[in-house]
């Protein structure tokens, strides 16, 4: 076929479609302020500086977990664990801390997220498992272990450390503590993703696995060490959050894994991979929390939140194949 | 015949595992007999379903991600349905719900071009949004006639184990045989060639979630069967059906295996589990090994895929 | 019913785009009962997508196609199918999961005329309950065919399916459709063997640049005529510079040394050397291996046999990063394959830098941008069109694909077939780029589909036959014909007679 000249104008539709490609950032936040217009609108008076700061403590720890999900649907993968090993690392500093004391605490909890990481890295670069079956299978057994690990401490009580409630529950002005992590975090997270090596095949696989391979990349790398990296950023978040909730529970993340992937989703990550950016996740999760309050107000039961998100999920990425029209 | 025979053949092997698995049962445990058979067959019976459901599309060359959300909505519809009316007609009508709703996440996937399973991940949490939203506690009833259905025995069979084989061969032997069923191995196996042999492919995947819907209504139902009640968050039924299903000689990527495989499949790893019971081990280490074997089980079927399409 | 004027296919005017590509301005094709009609074309005529027209796969957007004097049904094959028109395809359409009998079910086709087919095309001892999966391709190709004619059509196109069947099944084949056409079947028949359809054909409708430009009847003499009407007024690709001959065979160790390499049941056995400063032609037909080779050479499969030598040392490469390492990169025939296309040609250009594990810190973004600079530069990537390099023109895709390794450096290239589908300006930059390449030392191995191009491009050429090489051509004797005799695995000189 001789496609040699293409000047061609394209339609409204497909120019619409990559501008939004091109800066999903602009038209994100467009929407968040209308979403916080119209939370106004519900309930005069609710927007406050205190209400921004809330908004954004509980919009942190979904947005460092919608990390997770970026950078492995960047390769056209997904991490179901990530909200097992939050919980899982949450629970284990609270309860560890009293035994072994903090710094311990911290790396053990660190370390089981890394384990669950390798594990699922193992299964995806090695056995070729989706990751979003592998990942549902180690979140069960992360689950498990938490289980019986819980039994050993459920005598010793718990204790979280006190920097991390510090973190999770302080101001500072208005702002939230956590904030002190966070910017650290995402700075770090977008500069990986736009000026290293590293974040360069990480889009480039999942964009053309072929062509990476044609290039010289060994998959297997790049794919453990992302695993190895999502469960180190999931155990953070947990540690993060366990400091904001206080109470530590079997449960304590696992509430936040569907938002985790409707913030990566919203901010416009492709779940097939090679598109995406982090800064859209962050407004993603800001977003899906200011959402939250609405649905809250609205006294939604939790059953239509679900079907919200579920929807939502749904809709973004069959537009997304439609604008861009991709398989 | 060869593929019938081979699809047996692998299905023979984990027979025979399975009564292996179960002499091993009754070693470690002497006084494992009839009662254990009994509760075996009838805690298998919901993931029996959910693997007949995984089975269905997998074999069509897809995944369905959402079954145990379906299976909640469908004992949630059928235990609300049975406070209302008589059994028989809260049943029928709960086997269409579960067929409508396989129906609709095929025909999002064939409409929308989003990839299985993507609208299956998204649907999942729709389902299990709607099935919070028909009861938002455990709660139903289930008629008495039902309860009974699944207790016992009958004749040398345990009663649950004789309604869960009648009821998935009751679909899949007929549609195995028809050219629907043919059509859903073709699609399965090489879509483009099946495009180009006249199989209308979408209708055809349709046709194959609906089907996996039905299973999971059966499943729902069967949930009601053992508690009395409908319970609206859904069980662990996603990664062992994905598990029983490759452990069946069902390939991950479709149009090889059958349906006895999956379902020997499921008693060889619910019978790890009583095994694990009957040692004396903490439920919740049970647990962790249980999920090992499934992980391990399907990164064996990874590896087994890997090596297939290099030769 | 079809009267005898009448013709039983008539397609007139057919055109087709994707998005900006016009891939068929103006196609015709009629076809009358008890004729075959060889449909013909280059690479990029625009034959593809007028079969999947024909054969209901793709609606055309304007112009008339009526089977038996009615508007064709599209959609699918099942309605072409209905419409009385059956395909057969290079690639056969059976499930390879489903054995014969549920094959013949599955798209409806009665059992015993299709065994009485099967029977007649040559092919014994098939029974209904074999799996698809493990008969020989040849088999599978005469099911197909026997299946299109168990149905009984009114017309029946084959697709290449003569490529790759052994040749007695050709010739019963062959046999078997000009015995059936003058019953009263139409028949259309594409391949690219000359011999073949000088042998069953009536007529030939030749496409060129997406319009047919010729019906031929066939007669001897004809092949030259369909060759001109195919290249059309032939492009001129330039020509070498006069003081620019090939210099002499370069002494000294070559880059690459194979003898006797085989890989798998498709590459048996090729020997040749490339030396630093040589461009070395590969010329072979579809499907004589040169795709293995091209993978085992860059790393892709590992050779089963043979010796494969980088720089004098024994090269069994696992990846294609061993390969790159030693210096031998790979341009695929497939920009697809290739390329990122939704990320930026800078991005595109600059993988290599990045998929080393060592290379996973922080870019060197200037050391970077100069060298993808440099590379555009040498290419003239016409890079207006910012962004992703999907919304480039082919001929600028191909190009990044080049300038990937033009940038990272290197001395040994593989070009599969580079100038596939893109314009002449950009082919005949490739060429200089390419002559370029070797006078600065690269070892350039360059497999192309175009005969053409060889003496453009290449300094001698070897000829890929079945698996093996079976000849080697110098630049100077390297003209069209003598490339096409070797490929076809002819004699040099012109033979008088055609056999099949």
């Not at chain 2, 028989?88 to 989003?114: C, D, H, K, Y």
């Not at chain 2, 455990?138 to 869960?164: F, I, N, Y």
């Not at chain 3, 056409?181 to 069953?200: K, N, T, Y």
């Not at chain 3, 497999?447 to 000829?463: G, N």
């Amino acid at each position: 076929m001789s496609d040699a000249t293409t000047p061609e104008t394209p339609s409204l539709l497909l120019r619409i479609g990559r501008f939004l490609r091109d800066n999903p950032v602009i038209p994100l936040i467009g929407l968040l302020f209308a979403l916080i217009g119209i939370l106004e609108l519900m309930r005069p008076g609710i927007i406050s500086p205190f209400w921004m700061g809330n908004t954004m403590r509980f919009a942190i720890p979904l947005a460092m977990l919608a990390a997770c999900q970026v950078l492995t649907m960047l390769t056209g993968g997904i991490d179901l664990s990530a909200a097992v090993v939050a919980t899982v690392a949450g629970f284990v500093v609270a309860t560890a801390t009293p035994l072994v004391g903090v710094p311990l605490a911290v790396s053990i909890a660190l370390g089981a997220g890394l384990m669950v990481g390798l594990v699922n890295g193992i299964g995806v670069a090695f056995a070729r498992v989706h990751p979003l079956i592998m990942t549902l299978g180690t979140g069960l057994i992360a689950t498990g272990c938490l289980q019986v690990y819980q039994r050993y401490v459920i005598a010793t009580g718990s204790e979280i450390p006190a920097f991390l409630v510090w973190l999770g529950t302080g101001r500072t002005g208005i702002l939230p503590n956590s904030l002190y992590v966070f910017i650290p975090f995402a700075v770090l997270i977008l500069l990986l993703l736009r000026y290293t090596g590293f974040g360069r095949v990480l889009f480039a696989i999942g964009s053309n696995e072929n062509a990476t391979r044609l290039s010289g990349l060994r998959s297997w790398q790049l794919l453990m060490a992302l695993y190895l990296l999502s469960g180190f950023i999931a155990a953070l978040t947990g540690l993060l959050y366990v400091g904001i909730i206080r109470a530590p529970s079997l449960s304590l993340a696992n509430p936040l894994l569907l938002p985790s992937v409707a913030a990566a989703v919203i901010g416009g990550t492709s779940i097939f991979g090679g598109r995406g950016s982090y800064a859209g996740a962050i407004v993603g999760a800001l977003i899906l929390t200011v959402m939250g309050t609405m649905l809250t107000l609205m006294q939604l039961p939790e059953g239509a939140r679900r079907i919200i998100f579920g929807l939502i999920i749904l809709l973004v990425t069959a537009l997304f194949v439609r604008i861009t029209n991709q398989r | 015949m060869t593929r019938v025979l081979r699809s047996n053949l692998w299905a023979i092997g984990l027979a025979v595992l399975l009564l292996v698995l179960l002499g091993l049962t009754k070693l470690i445990q002497p006084s494992f007999g009839f009662n254990g058979l009994e509760s075996l067959a009838r805690a298998s019976l919901p993931f029996a379903f959910a693997t007949a459901a995984m089975a269905v599309v997998v074999i069509v060359g897809g995944i369905d991600l959402s079954v145990g959300s379906m299976m909640a909505v469908c004992s949630v519809t059928a235990a609300v349905l049975m406070t209302m009316m008589g059994w028989v007609p809260a049943v029928a009508i709960t086997l269409l719900v579960g067929l409508a709703m396989g129906a609709i996440n095929g025909s999002l996937i064939v409409v929308t071009r989003v990839p299985d399973i993507v609208v299956t991940l998204a649907m999942l949490f729709v389902w299990e949004g709607v099935a919070l939203l028909i009861l938002g506690s455990p709660g139903g009833t289930a008629d008495r006639a039902l309860t009974g259905m699944v207790r016992g025995w009958t004749g040398p069979v345990p009663s649950a184990l004789l309604l869960m084989l009648i009821c998935v061969f009751a679909v899949w032997w007929p549609l195995s045989r028809s050219k629907l069923g043919l059509s859903i191995y073709a699609t399965g196996s090489d879509e483009e060639a099946a495009f180009r042999s006249g199989v209308a492919v979408g209708r055809t995947r349709v046709a194959a979630y609906a089907i996996c819907g039905l299973y999971c209504a059966m499943g729902g139902l069967s949930l009601v069967m053992l508690t009395g009640i409908g319970e609206p968050v859904p069980g662990p039924y996603l990664m062992a059906s994905v598990a029983a299903v490759v452990l069946g000689g069902v390939v991950l990527g479709g149009g090889r295996g059958g349906m006895l495989g999956p379902i020997i499949g499921v008693f060889v790893l619910r019978i790890i589990r009583t095994m694990l019971t009957l040692m004396g081990v903490d439920p919740n280490v049970t647990t962790i090994v249980e999920g090992s074997i499934m992980v391990a089980v399907v990164m064996l079927g990874g590896f087994i895929m890997l090596r297939g399409r290099k030769t | 019913m079809t009267t005898e004027t009448e013709p039983l296919l008539d397609a007139s005017h057919v055109a087709k785009s994707f998005g900006a590509v016009r891939a068929l301005t103006d196609a015709s094709l009629t076809l009358r009962r008890g004729e075959v009609v060889a449909l013909m074309g280059a690479n990029g005529a625009g034959k593809s997508t007028f079969v999947k027209i024909l054969t209901g796969a793709l609606r055309p957007d304007s112009g008339t196609f009526n089977i038996k004097g009615r508007p064709a049904r599209a959609g699918s094959p099942a309605e072409a199918r209905r419409s009385g028109l059956v395909p057969v395809y290079q690639e056969p359409s059976l499930i390879p999961d489903l054995n014969v009998a549920d094959n013949l079910r599955l798209g409806g086709t009665p059992t015993e005329p299709f065994r009485r087919w099967v029977a007649e095309l040559g092919i014994e001892g098939l029974r209904l309950t074999d799996m698809i999966g493990q008969l020989p391709l040849a088999t599978l190709r005469i099911m197909d065919l026997a299946r299109a004619l168990a149905s009984d059509p009114d017309v029946v196109l084959l697709d290449e399916m003569t490529a790759a069947l052994p040749t007695d099944l050709v010739e019963k084949v062959l046999a078997t459709m000009r015995a059936q056409a003058d019953a009263g079947l139409g028949v259309i028949f594409i391949s690219h063997r000359f011999a073949e359809i000088a042998h069953l054909c009536d007529r030939a409708s030749v496409l060129r640049d997406g319009r047919t430009v010729g019906d031929l009847k066939i007669e001897p003499g004809v092949e030259d005529r369909a060759v001109e009407l195919m290249l059309g007024a032939r492009i001129d690709l330039g020509s070498r510079a006069p003081g620019e001959a090939p210099p002499p065979r370069p002494a000294g160790p070559p880059r690459l040394r194979l003898s006797g390499l085989a890989a798998g049941n498709k590459l048996t056995d090729v020997s040749f050397d490339l030396h630093a400063g040589e461009v070395l032609g590969l010329v072979a037909l579809e499907g004589q291996g040169q795709d293995e080779l091209f993978a085992t050479l860059a790393g892709f499969r590992r050779p089963t046999g043979g010796v494969y030598e980088v720089d004098g040392r024994a090269a069994a490469f696992g990846h294609p990063a061993d390969a790159i390492a030693r210096g031998v990169k790979l341009v695929p025939a497939n920009r697809s394959e290739a390329l990122l296309k939704e990320r930026s040609v800078r991005e595109n250009i600059a993988l290599p830098f990045s998929t080393r594990m060592r290379d996973w810190g922080v870019l060197r973004m200037a050391h970077e941008r100069a060298r993808v600079a440099e590379a555009i530069a040498r290419l003239q990537i016409d890079t207006r069109a910012q962004g992703e390099v999907q919304r480039l023109s082919g001929g600028n895709q191909q190009k990044v694909t080049i300038a990937r390794w033009l940038a990272h450096g290197v001395e040994t290239l593989l070009l599969f077939d580079p100038t596939r589908g893109i314009d002449v300006r950009t082919k005949r930059q490739i060429y200089d780029l390419v002559r370029e390449l070797a006078a600065q030392g690269t070892a350039v191995l360059y497999y192309t589909s175009e005969l053409q191009e060889v003496p453009l491009a290449c300094d001698r050429t070897v000829v890929l036959f079945n698996g093996r090489t079976v000849d080697e051509i110098s630049a100077a004797e390297a003209d069209q014909e003598t490339l096409m005799r070797a490929a076809y695995g002819l004699s040099r000189t012109r033979a008088a007679g055609v056999s099949a």
